[in-house]
């Protein structure tokens, strides 16, 4: 009787997420940390504007290569940690569902960059003194 060697079924490997469009190399991430269990940062303000581009959560988490999953509990946290919902959703149905961004949502959005923005330039100089001194790679 011949014994053949049990292997074990390869693991597709997942292509790692990439963005689609890369940020600058030297320029800040800026995370606001906002009381208890919200940090405001560049993911999720990325995906709030994805939402209004898109017109639903799915199609936004596909155009940033996240889960539908990932995308809906992030939207859920940011809708409980604000005192009103930034994203509204609509249920599927004959036409199917969606999500828009409220008009209290693109106010975050517009705060957050403001402040992303001024914090680029106020440290434009200093950002420019750390490039310069890095390697030359």
């Known amino acids: 009787m011949r014994v053949e060697p049990v292997r ?24 606001i940390v906002m009381g208890e269990g919200l940090i405001l940062g560049p993911g999720k303000v990325d995906l709030i504007e ?22 809906w509990l992030l939207v859920d946290n940011l809708n409980h ?31 957050y960059r403001a402040i992303e923005e001024a914090a680029a330039v106020a440290g434009a100089d200093h950002v420019g003194a750390l490039t310069a001194s890095l390697a030359e790679s």
């Open 8 to 31: 074990a079924k390869a693991k597709r490997v997942k292509p790692a997420r990439q963005r689609k469009t890369p940020p600058e190399r030297s320029a800040p991430r800026l995370r």
């Open 81 to 111: 940690c604000f005192r009103e919902p930034l994203v509204a959703a609509q249920v599927g149905g004959v036409k199917g569902g969606g999500a828009s961004l409220t008009a209290f949502g693109r106010g975050v959005v517009e705060h």
């Open 50 to 71: 994805a939402i209004e581009r898109k017109g639903s959560i799915s199609a936004a988490s596909r155009e940033m290569g996240m889960s539908y999953r990932r995308a």
